[in-house]
């Protein structure tokens, strides 16, 4: 199977590159090789390819700078995927894009399901939603992955913020009323390319909205703290942590109190199961313990 990804710097893009196996040859395009912006260079982009499915890995995820740049945060999560559903629309062509908890507003109690209403709080959240409306109305056979707190050995994510601020600090403040479920790039991309092969198969229940996430609830003070044993036993930096609350550490973008997604449609329809998120928290501490210090 032959996979076009749009992204090749991002967390998703790279683990969608390691996690292909021998079956799935993937084309990655970073944004030297396709302006994004340019809805023509996106379906020439897919034309060139001829690929058996499209992935979108590519995203605008500066979720706080979004609030001053809302147009950016559009052109890239709801204009350029719009863009890619209806080139694959037009060609045939499987799509699978990856959207978020943000399209929530946090305020139910439970894990969210896909039939939930969506009311995004943020610049980000509704530039998502948007992606989300316009790819479920291109009439390209597609899936969206909503995904959460997402992270991995490579880029700018949780993981690697707590690791760095911990190489010099004691202590770290970190919000711990905030509710999500972590995400390991791995096995996002597992997911993602599950969902495009069911797609490519011609399995109707592959299509529609999906949500994937780590197995197991966390706010991000839980979060802060298994990273810091899991990096306490490889030598990594660690350090203590100090729960506080959102008050205490406002940001320009507000973020939901709940962002749990429930993973059971997922599971029911294509088998991907959600891997405990302190299973896989401890893989992504092995990758990073083996780069070079």
């Known amino acids: 199977m032959k996979v076009l990804v749009?992204?090749?710097?991002g967390q998703l893009a790279q683990a969608l590159a390691e996690c292909a196996g021998d079956d799935v040859s993937i084309v990655a395009l970073g944004r030297g090789a396709c302006d994004l912006t340019q809805t023509s260079a996106i379906a020439m982009a897919i034309a060139?390819?001829?690929?058996?499915?499209v992935i979108n890995a590519a995203a605008y995820t500066a979720v706080?700078?979004?609030?001053?740049?809302?147009?950016a945060a559009e052109a890239l999560n709801a204009l350029a995927p719009a863009a890619m559903a209806a080139a694959c629309a037009a060609r045939g062509?499987?799509?699978?894009?990856?959207?978020?908890?943000?399209?929530?507003?946090?305020?139910k109690s439970a894990p969210y399901i896909e039939s939930?209403?969506?009311?995004?709080?943020?610049?980000?959240?509704?530039?998502?939603?948007?992606?989300?409306?316009?790819?479920?109305a291109s009439g390209a056979r597609a899936a969206i992955l909503r995904?959460?707190?997402?992270?991995?050995?490579?880029?700018?994510?949780?993981?690697k913020t707590m690791l760095r601020l911990a190489a010099?600090?004691?202590?770290?403040?970190?919000?711990?009323?905030?509710?999500?479920?972590?995400?390991?790039?791995?096995?996002?991309?597992?997911?993602?390319?599950?969902?495009?092969?069911?797609?490519v198969a011609g399995k109707d229940e592959a299509a529609g909205v999906f949500h994937y996430a780590g197995g197991g609830d966390a706010t991000w003070a839980d979060f802060a703290e298994a990273i810091f044993a899991e990096a306490a036993r490889r030598g990594l930096p660690n350090a203590r942590v100090k729960r506080i609350t959102t008050a205490d550490y406002p940001t320009p973008a507000k973020r939901p109190a709940n962002s749990r997604l429930d993973t059971t449609k997922?599971?029911?329809?294509?088998?991907?199961?959600?891997?405990?998120?302190?299973?896989?928290?401890?893989?992504?501490?092995?990758?990073?313990?083996?780069?070079?210090?």
Not at 6 to 9: D, L, M
Request: hydrophobic share 40%; with cysteine; net charge negative.
């Open 147 to 159: 995904t959460s707190w997402v992270y991995s050995a490579h880029g700018a994510n949780f993981v």
């Open 6 to 9: 749009f992204g090749k710097s």
């Open 48 to 53: 060139d390819a001829a690929p058996d499915a």
């Open 93 to 107: 062509v499987p799509f699978v894009h990856v959207s978020t908890d943000y399209v929530f507003d946090g305020a």
């Open 266 to 293: 997922i599971e029911a329809a294509l088998g991907i199961r959600a891997r405990p998120w302190r299973e896989a928290l401890a893989l992504c501490m092995d990758e990073i313990a083996s780069q070079p210090r």
């Open 116 to 136: 939930d209403p969506i009311a995004p709080q943020s610049a980000y959240g509704r530039s998502k939603a948007g992606g989300e409306r316009d790819v479920l």
């Open 168 to 199: 010099t600090r004691d202590e770290i403040g970190v919000v711990a009323d905030q509710f999500g479920r972590p995400t390991w790039a791995r096995d996002l991309a597992d997911a993602c390319l599950a969902s495009a092969k069911a797609l």
């Open 64 to 71: 706080d700078k979004a609030e001053s740049e809302p147009e």
